[in-house]
């Protein structure tokens, strides 16, 4: 099972948005509502951000938000702040035989 | 509030086994409402899932690794073990402890131990 497809970075300014695409396959997030966002700062242990797709654990600031389109989810980041900056991972379920958790290649947030 | 700490060597030799424990704090292991996994990271790299047991003793691998790994639980010390053998310069990474709501991939990673770094090398 190959990990999902994420871009390496992506960049905005501060109060800007900024999504980020994560692309799998009909067998994981194509096929299933259990996608997950990680936020992790470096050095940190990941945070979860969104799961299920779209909802956010309590805690999570209202400007992270998740949706999906056929075989590719999406993490969309409104008002950018500097603390945003850091690594994003997507991950999903799987039906392969290959890995419960399959996890996306991450990717760098820069905020300018 | 829930806490989870990884502890265990951080450096081991070629080809000899690695072993972690995650002891969890703030919550009972022996709730039915959770299972508890191992991720990795290698340095400068994304994540993998090892593996995850639900606190009946029920294991599930990544089965890329599943010839190498024994996940155990002792709910008495409420801890759950990771054990990795005939490990080779690719299993250098940090290794998380974290908790998950339902059967592994299903349940979002919800909570996370702070990772130790496990080097291997002679």
């Known amino acids: 099972q190959s990990a999902l497809t994420q871009p390496a970075s992506v960049s905005g300014s501060p109060g800007q948005s900024i999504t980020i695409s994560c692309t799998g396959t009909?067998?994981?997030?194509?096929?299933?509502?259990?996608v997950s966002w990680y936020q992790q700062h470096p050095g940190k242990a990941p945070k979860l951000m969104i799961y299920e797709v779209s909802n956010r654990p309590s805690g999570v600031s209202n400007r992270f938000s998740g949706s999906k389109s056929g075989n590719t989810a999406s993490l969309t980041i409104s008002g950018l702040q500097a603390e945003d900056e850091a690594d994003y991972y997507c991950s999903s379920y799987t039906s392969s035989s290959t890995p419960y958790y399959v996890f996306g290649t991450g990717t760098k947030v820069t905020v300018l | 509030q829930l806490q989870l700490q990884e502890s265990g060597p951080g450096l081991v030799k070629p080809s000899e086994t690695l072993s972690l424990t995650c002891t969890v704090s703030g919550g009972s292991i022996s709730s039915s409402s959770y299972y508890w996994g191992w991720i990795r990271q290698p340095p400068g790299k994304g994540l993998e899932w090892i593996g995850s047991?639900?606190?009946?003793?029920?294991?599930y691998y990544n089965p890329s690794l599943k010839s190498r790994v024994t996940i155990s639980v002792d709910t008495s010390k409420n801890q759950f073990s990771l054990k990795l053998s005939s490990v080779t310069a690719a299993d250098t990474a940090v290794y998380y402890c974290?908790?998950?709501?339902?059967?592994?991939?299903?349940?979002?990673?919800?909570?996370w131990g702070q990772g130790t770094l496990v080097t291997v090398s002679s």
């Open positions: 974290a908790r998950h709501r339902r059967r592994p991939g299903i349940g979002a990673l919800d909570y």
């Open positions: 009909s067998s994981d997030v194509g096929g299933y509502n259990y």
């Open positions: 047991i639900y606190y009946s003793g029920s294991t």
